[in-house]
């Protein structure tokens, strides 16, 4: 039997799952890590807590799933992307906290790089993407800027920087391999996605020396191999995506016109746009999907920043709830939202609005409000935010000569949420459909993993074992769905206004 393990590192926790040939779990291990806030705006996680979580749960997986080290073919891995770290290549520590993709203290500079003449432009026809701290450039100068000495230690090819897929790989090879695939390059603010190399008319303008940067290679590719040490035996690491590419690759999305949505701490909408590079005029941003061979492949993509975090809000800040999974039952005790809006814009709101200074908002009040109207206004605002993009996305495929988007494939924790995939559904006015394998984003990296290894010979192949668990139907008349549509964008321009 063949084997891969897939290290799915993401926000809030690190996860290993051992996949077999058919794309079954044979094994998973998790573990959460600590979330930094040192001020408003900012957050933070420990790197060497990221890779010691990550280690310990492949390591648990491999021994929960009763194999030897040398029994798993090969080793992918899929991350959480745009979180900044930046390390001294001699000691491999790190020299300052990663700045998570969330963080926002870049803000003014993002503001005043929009100042610059034509560099807004220059940016997005090169990466596709706008000029934002979500983004890692920014995220890379201010560590550059205020951590003692590291502006000079960079000018002299002491430090690397990476994404968090990098940051795991040098760990892992020991140190030997310094390198990111076209998918986490692609979410730099730095790469030129048309020509897959780092732009240095943007390395220039942010003032970052080439030195730092890692090789960029393709998503399906043998990177190198771990050091025998770390899991008993030197297993190849043959697959990198970011998290968001991994899921579309998870999904089967192969062909122009799929899309899948992640309903994680975040919500990530990717559409497959095949070998065209195209810009959005509604919004959403330009990314390279991962890539298999030497063809470079594209996505549409748009973000939420709050997705599944407002159900942590209502359990951790206001407190309505207990655990996470109390949620379904508090907001189905009523019958809708009561006319209540939740605009969840607590770091700003990303695609397709784009507006880095929102702030989350409660609307539509009355004294017959209750904590259970807000639970489910907090749980729908996941799917307004969801539509929004998809309604983005469809009008951006049209004015390409292509068709909207005719179903969603939908994977990540809150999925599994019947009541809001519903509601997704009527919102959209198409199907939402879940895979019975909703581990859509390790397995994706598995998948890529295994293609560069030869455990599978083609996408075909991979199609084949994408299955359906159940598919939502709309059921909501449209004029309503509209209706509702019309309310959650008088909430957001609320939420906007100065």
């Known amino acids: 039997m063949t084997y891969l393990l897939a290290l799915d590192q993401g926000t809030s926790s690190s996860r290993s799952i051992v996949f077999d040939a058919d794309g079954r779990i044979v094994a998973l291990a998790q573990r959460e890590f600590r979330q930094h806030y040192p001020q408003p705006g900012w957050v933070e996680h420990d790197a060497n807590e990221i890779w010691a979580t990550q280690l310990s749960t492949a390591r648990e997986a491999i021994a929960k799933a009763g194999l030897a080290a040398r029994e798993i073919r090969a080793i992918g891995i899929t991350n959480q992307r745009e979180t900044t770290l930046l390390w001294n290549r001699r000691t491999g520590e790190p020299v300052a906290p990663a700045i998570v993709w969330q963080d926002r203290r870049t803000e003014p500079h993002c503001a005043q790089l929009r100042g610059q003449p034509g560099l807004a432009d220059h940016v997005r026809a090169r990466t596709g993407l706008v000029i934002d701290p979500y983004f890692s450039a920014t995220k890379l100068r201010w560590l550059l800027d205020h951590v003692h000495g590291a502006h000079i230690d960079a000018a002299h090819g002491a430090l690397a920087f990476g994404t968090v897929d990098s940051w795991l790989l040098w760990k892992l090879t020991g140190g030997r391999v310094h390198a990111t695939d076209v998918t986490n390059a692609s979410r730099t603010m730095l790469f030129d996605v048309r020509h897959h190399v780092w732009d240095h008319e943007l390395l220039a303008a942010l003032k970052v020396p080439d030195s730092v940067l890692p090789k960029v290679h ?122 209540v809006m939740v605009v969840p814009a607590f770091t700003g709101l990303g695609a397709p609005y784009w507006q880095p200074d929102a702030r989350g908002t409660i609307t539509g009040l009355t004294r017959g409000s209750t904590v259970a109207h807000i639970a489910r206004a907090a749980l729908e605002s996941i799917a307004f935010q969801s539509a929004a993009l998809l309604q983005a996305m469809s009008r951006d495929a049209v004015a390409a000569g292509g068709a909207p988007v005719s179903e969603l494939r939908v994977d990540g924790g809150a999925c599994v949420n019947d009541l809001l995939m519903q509601f997704q559904a009527d919102l959209l006015g198409i199907p939402v459909v879940r895979p019975q394998v909703t581990e859509t984003t390790a397995l994706g990296a598995a998948y890529l993993a295994g293609l560069a290894t030869g455990v599978w010979h083609g996408l075909d192949e991979l199609a084949a074992q994408w299955r359906v668990e159940r598919r939502f139907e709309p059921t909501l008349p449209r004029a309503r769905a509209d209706e509702l549509m019309a309310g959650w964008e008088r909430a957001v321009r609320q939420a906007v206004a100065e």
């Not at 035996?233 to 998870?250: E, N, R, S, T, W």
């Open 218 to 339: 393709p998503s399906s590719h043998v990177y190198g191999e771990t050091d025998p040490a770390l899991l008993g035996a030197a297993i190849p690491i043959a697959g990198v995506a970011g998290d968001q590419q991994a899921a579309l690759f998870g999904q089967a999305c192969f062909a122009p016109g799929l899309a899948k949505n992640t309903y994680g701490t975040g919500c990530f909408m990717l559409m497959h746009t095949g070998s065209r590079f195209e810009l959005s005029a509604n919004g959403l941003v330009t990314t390279a999907a991962a890539q298999v061979g030497s063809a470079k492949e594209y996505a549409l993509e748009g973000s939420v920043f709050v997705g599944g975090a407002v159900v942590q809000w209502l359990r951790d800040g206001l407190r309505a709830i207990h655990a996470s999974g109390e949620v379904q039952a508090l907001a189905e005790s009523v019958p809708d939202s009561g006319g």
